[in-house]
């Protein structure tokens, strides 16, 4: 079986940069830092060494975020940043021509197995020796926020897919003309969940990419990832899990609901919310008698 050794993090984007410092309590209780969480995550798949691709001078405070586990973490800053593909890529030296798992460090993942959700993938790539990409079912309004892929099921497999197609954000339009992925519920899309095992030729890929790109415009992993499904097997998982992108409105709320309604604290935070609930049903109903 294939051994993956080595993850990527990309913590460099304009909006993302304060995120993954941002403060937390896990399943299991435990306050931590967003960085922290994703790092267990990665940790959970056997993989020990992480390149965190960084904004010039953000390395102290992320390895001050990823308290314990600073030592995993091998900075790589990307100076004139040229998209997400871009900041994969400027970990292709820490690579060294390995497979490597890859997540996002503003998304939080919430599995709904004894496994966590990179380890659902990793076993999956390393299992087939291939790319593979979480991908989760998600409604055509979220489209603006994902990359997503079209498809076929895998014969006598659930949840696994061939990867025909890959876009970018697409526009309905686009999705119902080349993303369709028979079994799905109508208006519903395989979308990228953020957790990705990928292959030495991605990088390669990515670098052909780059030097083919006009100055100015970005580089997206999408578009890579779309070139591997037409050159060599390329496959989804759809994770039995969840993905909380805490970069945008109530993220981070939904996030800590979601970790604290499947952890020990789960009949005490149901029971704060009811009576928080209850409290604001009570204030209402004396507002309107009072009025």
Not at 52 to 68: I, K
Not at 179 to 186: H, I, S
Not at 257 to 285: F, H, I, N, P, Y
């Amino acid at each position: 079986m294939m051994k993956i050794r080595k993850a990527i993090v990309t913590a460099a984007g304009a909006s993302q940069r304060s995120l993954p410092l941002q403060r937390l309590v896990d399943r299991d209780g435990v306050e931590k830092s967003a960085l922290q969480i994703v790092i267990e995550e990665i940790v959970s798949a056997g993989v020990d060494e992480i390149a965190l691709v960084v904004c010039p001078g953000d390395g102290d405070s992320y390895r001050q975020a990823a308290g314990d586990h600073a030592g995993r973490l091998h900075m790589v800053e990307q100076h004139n940043p040229r998209g997400y593909g871009d900041a994969i890529l400027r970990a292709a030296d820490f690579a060294r021509d390995e497979p490597v798992l890859h997540l996002v460090s503003d998304h939080l993942y919430v599995s709904r197995e004894s496994q966590r959700c990179a380890q659902q993938v990793v076993e999956i790539a390393s299992s087939q020796s291939c790319s593979v990409s979480a991908v989760q079912s998600t409604r055509e309004s979220m489209l603006p926020y994902y990359g997503t892929i079209g498809g076929r099921l895998v014969p006598q497999q659930q949840r696994l897919y061939e990867v025909e197609n890959v876009i970018e954000k697409p526009t309905p339009t686009q999705a119902e003309q080349q993303l369709t992925v028979p079994g799905l519920r109508a208006g519903h899309y395989l979308c990228v969940f953020g957790v990705h095992v990928l292959m030495p030729s991605v990088m390669e890929l990515l670098a052909a990419e780059l030097a083919a790109t006009p100055p100015g415009r970005n580089l997206q992993l999408s578009a890579a990832l779309a070139n591997v499904a037409q050159r060599e097997r390329y496959l989804a998982l759809e994770v039995a899990g969840d993905r909380y992108n805490i970069g945008v409105k109530y993220g981070i709320l939904n996030a800590q609901l979601a970790l604290a309604l499947s952890g020990k604290d789960r009949q005490a935070v149901l029971t704060d919310m009811l009576e928080l609930l209850a409290s604001r049903d009570r204030q209402t109903e004396s507002l309107a008698t009072a009025n």
